[in-house]
């Protein structure tokens, strides 16, 4: 097993970096957090990609991030979700 490794970063331009990215995939969840209805109604059983506020729909996680990636390679803030084919009652957590 590999050890986990952990650093500080305070180089101002990564802080940037980082925080920009971080911006974009706040972007991408909030459209996709704004569309959820009819995202999870249309598209069960398939995987979505949101890049660029845009949604993408595949069969599988490598093909909706293929997709997104095509239309918006500059969005390192993209991000793949399944869509489960049935409706049931989860419980999510922030992470933040």
């Not at 971080?22 to 109604?41: G, I, K, M, P, Q």
């Not at 909706?64 to 095509?70: I, T």
């Not at 239309?71 to 991000?79: C, E, L, N």
């Not at 869509?83 to 989860?90: D, Q, S």
């Amino acid at each position: 097993m590999k050890p986990v490794v952990m650093e500080e970063v305070t180089d101002p331009v990564e802080i940037a970096k980082a925080e920009a990215q971080r911006e974009r995939f706040d972007r991408n969840s909030a459209f996709l957090e704004a569309h959820a209805s009819a995202v999870y109604t249309r598209h069960r059983g398939k995987c979505v990609c949101v890049a660029g506020e845009e949604l993408f729909v595949a069969d599988t996680p490598v093909e909706a991030m293929a997709l997104g990636k095509a239309a918006h390679p500059d969005d390192d803030g993209s991000f793949v979700r399944y869509i489960p084919r049935e409706k049931l009652a989860r419980i999510y957590a922030d992470q933040r």
